[in-house]
């Protein structure tokens, strides 16, 4: 079962187990279920959901996997280096694989790797049949994945000189890269807010000192002839009047 939300994270129900609790008024049902969400892009988290009813206790599983979300280092898009993950009688091993073997792997393991973004990847299960202890011993070995760039900061060495080649993680690539554009397009959009400003100012001042140039001044002595004029045609039109 898939969900995909508006934040671009993957919802995948995992299993889902019903159970039934006798008690003395009757039985009383209800539900575990193990979902495991992603963005496809390197995050990658697993919870666990418990309720009365499978709606229920879907939502609950969201939301606990959620919250453990983390961020896995990657080489390309497969693991940096073979681990394994144990939980109860279930063991998952994850081994690198070269550019083009797919996903090998099937059941609730496939489904996490699937939306965690690795690409890439071989898995052995070598321990119990558990679907719930299998999809949180693949969760444990995912987080318990060593960044080759932290262990080289420590040693005090290049990645190049701890492993012999460049690691790259895609995904962290391309945040820096989209990053980066966005923070020039803002610097851009500032720039042109100042040059949009700085003009409007100019055209400001021009326009202000075109209207002082083109209003000429009154002489002071106009108001007075133009009210002696209007007063004389007003007293022609009365004597008009009364002839």
């Not at 409007?200 to 202000?208: K, P, Q, R, V």
């Amino acid at each position: 079962m898939r969900r995909e939300r508006d934040d671009e994270i993957e919802e995948r129900v995992v299993r889902v187990d019903r159970t039934r609790k006798t008690v003395a008024g009757g039985r009383i049902s209800s539900a575990r279920v193990v979902v495991a969400v992603g963005d496809g892009k390197g995050n990658v988290g697993v919870g666990v959901g418990k309720a009365r009813d499978v709606p229920s206790a879907i939502e609950k599983g969201v939301k606990a996997a959620r919250k453990a979300m983390i961020r896995i280092p990657l080489d390309g898009y497969t693991v940096p280096h073979t681990i394994e993950g144990k939980v109860g009688g279930a063991v998952i091993l994850l081994k690198p694989a070269s550019r083009g073997t797919g996903i090998i792997a099937g059941g609730a393991v496939r489904q996490i790797i699937e939306v965690s973004g690795i690409r890439d990847v071989l898995t052995k299960s070598l321990g119990s049949g558990n679907v719930f202890n299998r999809a949180m011993a693949c969760f444990d070995a995912l987080i318990n994945l060593y960044d080759p760039h932290e262990i080289a900061e420590r040693r005090e060495k290049t990645v190049e000189e701890l492993v012999g080649r460049t690691i790259e993680d895609p995904y962290k690539l391309a945040e820096l890269e989209a990053e980066q554009k966005a923070a020039e397009a803002k610097a851009a959009a500032a720039q042109a807010e100042e040059v949009d400003f700085e003009e409007a100012l100019l055209g400001a001042g021009e326009e202000g000192a075109e209207e002082a140039e083109e209003t000429p001044e009154e002489p002071e002595g106009e108001p007075a002839e133009e009210a002696e004029e209007a007063s004389g045609t007003e007293a022609t039109a009365a004597v008009e009047e009364d002839n």
